[in-house]
């Protein structure tokens, strides 16, 4: 079993920055495959970056540029930093992993190739 808790989610104004951090218990991180996902209320969750163990990342259109995954294997840690925040980025934030990646990285950020999810870090932005 992997178990996943996300931190670093918060409120802040529009141009602003935030670095969420997904701790993963319970099995060799250095071998999983990690993702960052969001979901609004009543939408379907989103696939925001996803990285493998090879460190290989995949973002989605709307977050290129201005988000960044990394991992950090010592400390079992996915992060994902934030820049240029804009109230579009408002959403319920998860980390997701899996015990492999999909074949094709343009999969990476598909929600149901995940098994494991934490429990979400809610991040709003203002205008």
């Known amino acids: 079993q992997v178990q996943l808790v996300e931190s670093g989610g918060g409120s802040v104004q529009a141009g602003g920055s935030l670095r969420l951090s997904c701790a993963a218990y319970?099995?060799?991180?250095?071998?999983?495959?990690m993702g960052w996902f969001r979901q609004v209320p009543g939408k379907e969750r989103e696939g925001v970056a996803a990285i493998d163990s090879d460190g290989r990342t995949s973002y989605a259109d709307s977050v290129k540029g201005r988000f960044t995954i990394s991992q950090d294997a010592a400390k079992n840690t996915l992060y994902l930093r934030m820049n240029s925040l804009q109230p579009e980025d408002t959403a319920m934030y998860y980390c997701a992993a899996d015990f492999r990646c999909p074949r094709y990285s343009s999969d990476y950020l598909l929600s149901y190739k995940y098994n494991y999810w934490g429990q979400g870090t809610q991040v709003t932005v203002s205008s």
């Open positions: 319970g099995y060799i991180y250095s071998s999983l495959c």
